[in-house]
């Protein structure tokens, strides 16, 4: 049976031209070694730095490589609140970002106020919140803060508006990091038009490999470092550099193909529209009142029908998708996402993410919503034996 893997904001396939990149880099030496060999690792390095920087419209000088975006994430929030001049002491995280983030911010502990910027129904952010919170906020008196917004969501694809909340951040003294881990490769990402102090991204979301990324960093930012060793990354990572990774990273940065994006856009249409045509009692399509969405990505919710249902069937007839909730100990847990947009108990636990990438072929929307629908009314008629 031929597979049908519709989970690319869960991880891409590798694209070929990565893998011989990676192939290529196998052999390299250590980079930070002054002979011929390590000079070529560096080169390499470099060269990968270069494709990233050109890929984001970002100055390579601030680029870090990790190993991958969760690395990233807690790097940048860490390294802000640790650091030893000027650390903030109060990070305002929006209740949609990815648990990296979340998880980061919390166990920063003591070290600062967490505050949650609240979501809208559409899978907006509330930004008149944010607007408000920070209208009398007074650095000298409430402290350096720093703002996390995630560009687009990875479970419904809600693409969030930086350019109308930023202005007020970095006028209130603040500072702004962005998990643009799932918006890179699917929309155009500018980090110098973001003005974002800090952004990470993820290579295994782009054709790359799993486990390597990068944090983005306005030239000039301190951090505080995650890791303390020797002087790779400019002191600021330390550790020798997985260089195979770091290659394939810088490939698929070059292979990125934006022009993609109206074939699964189209894609994305052809599942709303067919979901809507059966007629199910209750289907919700998350994210689809926001202003902007991924083209890639579908998520909704279909009352009754178990989203592990809906996962096990599916992987049965040859598709792979992903709940948007995750079981644990027998019970459906409503992911934080669908929840901060206000969903019901039937809806959480019926919410099913389609992603599809680069490799998606152009039968898949048919292909999904005949087995889909095979698989909805079997549940159906168990459900009403
Ligand atoms: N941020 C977002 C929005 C994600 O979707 C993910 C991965 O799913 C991450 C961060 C973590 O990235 P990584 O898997 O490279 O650690």
Excluded at 25 to 37: I, L, R, T, W
Excluded at 292 to 299: A, G, K, S, Y
Aim: charged share 20%; proline share 4%; net charge negative.
């Amino acid at each position: 049976m031929t597979r049908l893997f519709l989970d690319h904001n869960a991880s891409t396939p590798l694209k070929p031209v990565v893998r011989e990149a990676m192939i290529a880099a196998m052999d390299m030496g250590n980079p930070s070694s002054v002979h011929g060999e390590g000079r070529q690792a560096k080169a390499l390095l470099e060269t990968a730095r270069e494709a990233v920087a050109a890929a984001l419209d970002a100055p390579a000088k601030g680029i870090v490589f990790t190993s991958g975006g969760t690395e990233a994430i807690n790097f940048a929030l860490g390294g802000m609140a640790r650091r030893t001049q000027d650390p903030v002491t109060r990070i305002f995280v929006s209740a949609l970002e990815h648990e990296a983030c979340l998880r980061s911010a919390a166990a920063l502990g003591k070290l600062v106020n967490i505050e949650t910027i609240p979501a809208l129904p559409s899978g907006e952010i509330n930004g008149d919140w944010l607007t408000e919170r920070l209208t009398d906020y007074d650095v000298q008196v409430d402290g350096l803060f720093l703002v996390c917004i995630m560009l687009a969501n990875n479970e419904n694809g809600v693409i969030q508006n930086l350019a109308m909340l930023s202005p007020l951040i970095f006028q209130k003294g603040g500072y702004l990091f962005v998990d643009a881990v799932q918006a890179v490769g699917k929309v155009a990402v500018s980090f110098n038009n973001l003005q974002a102090d800090l952004m990470s991204i993820s290579a295994h979301k782009i054709g790359g490999p799993k486990g390597v990324g990068a944090l983005l960093t306005k030239p000039g930012l301190v951090l505080e470092p995650l890791f303390y060793g020797g002087g790779q990354e400019l002191r600021r990572r330390a550790g020798t550099e997985n260089v195979i990774g770091i290659a394939g990273l810088g490939a698929a940065m070059a292979a990125l193909d934006l022009a993609q994006m109206a074939r699964l856009a189209d894609l994305r249409q052809q599942v709303t529209e067919g979901l809507r045509a059966m007629n199910i009692e209750g289907l919700r399509i998350w994210g689809e009142e926001a202003d902007q969405r991924l083209p890639n990505t579908v998520c909704f919710s279909a009352p009754g029908f178990a989203a592990e249902t809906q996962v096990m069937a599916l992987d049965l007839a040859g598709i792979a998708v992903s709940a948007g909730s995750a079981c644990s100990s027998g019970k459906v847990k409503a992911s934080h996402v669908v929840s901060a947009l206000g969903a019901n108990s039937g809806e959480a636990a019926s919410t099913l993410r389609v992603s599809f990438g680069w490799d998606t072929p152009v039968d898949a929307a048919q292909v999904f919503l005949a087995k889909w629908a095979e698989a909805y009314q079997r549940a159906a008629k168990r459900n009403a034996a």
